[in-house]
């Protein structure tokens, strides 16, 4: 599978969005159990509540992009290799020849 820096950022945007469009639902959330609860009983409760739908989201949007078995916290068990010269990195640009252009691999 080849992809460009162009695909990449295409999907940072989509994940980011979705990111927002969880934090405003843990935000309703946590409002009403604030609403519910007294505050120094509820604050406990919305931290789990936060942890609990990010590591569902994370999850969710991990399978979504046919990455489950990827790392949780970002994409550490993923390499990249630059399509220039190949050298295996994990930056923007290659160390190596400082081209953008890169290919993922496992
Ligand atoms: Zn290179």
Not at 69 to 76: E, I, L, P, Q, R
């Amino acid at each position: 599978m080849y992809i460009n820096c162009l695909a990449l950022s295409g999907d940072n945007k989509q994940f980011l969005s979705q990111q927002l469009l969880w934090i405003g639902i843990s935000l309703g959330i946590s409002l009403a159990i604030s609403f519910l609860i007294p505050f120094p009983y509820s604050l406990p409760i919305i931290i789990a509540v936060f942890i609990l739908l990010s590591f569902y989201v994370r999850k969710r949007t991990l399978r979504r992009m046919g990455m489950s078995g990827a790392s949780m916290f970002g994409y550490n068990s993923l390499s990249y290799y630059c399509m220039n010269c190949g050298t295996k990195h994990n930056q923007a640009s290659c160390p190596k020849c400082g081209s953008k252009m890169k290919r993922v691999g496992s």
